[in-house]
């Protein structure tokens, strides 16, 4: 994997997790329950998160051991192949409180735009 493809995987998981994050600014676990948009859209961007870290090599993934490669690909397949079995109170938990430590590491990671492209 080159160094740009790199950057760009991890910039699609700096992006969908802000994304994701921001979503759930002024709402509650109920409304996951009340608002299918919402649960579609949180679902969707944990997918590709987790898909996004999935493409990653292993011998990579060593460089940034303060992410949680193995959970955040297991949560993808969770959510992917058991899509009708989703525990939403562990989703909310996963996007309030799981995913600002993880903003803050891949913004350490990954260089401001304006930077590489």
Not at 7 to 23: K, Q, V
Not at 35 to 43: F, K, Q, S
Not at 77 to 106: C, M
């Amino acid at each position: 994997m080159t160094r740009h493809s790199l950057i760009i995987r991890l910039r699609h998981m700096l992006n969908h997790a802000r994304e994701a994050f921001e979503l759930t600014k002024g709402r509650s676990r109920a409304d996951l329950d009340s608002d299918r948009l919402l649960n579609l859209a949180l679902v969707r961007l944990l997918e590709v998160i987790g898909e996004a870290a999935n493409s990653i090599p292993k011998e990579e993934q060593v460089n940034y051991p303060e992410i949680s490669w193995a959970q955040i690909v297991a949560l993808r397949n969770r959510l992917i192949h058991g899509y009708d079995a989703v525990d939403f109170d562990i989703l909310w938990q996963i996007i309030t409180q799981d995913l600002p430590p993880l903003i803050t590491a891949l913004e350490k990671i990954v260089p401001l735009e304006d930077s590489f492209e």
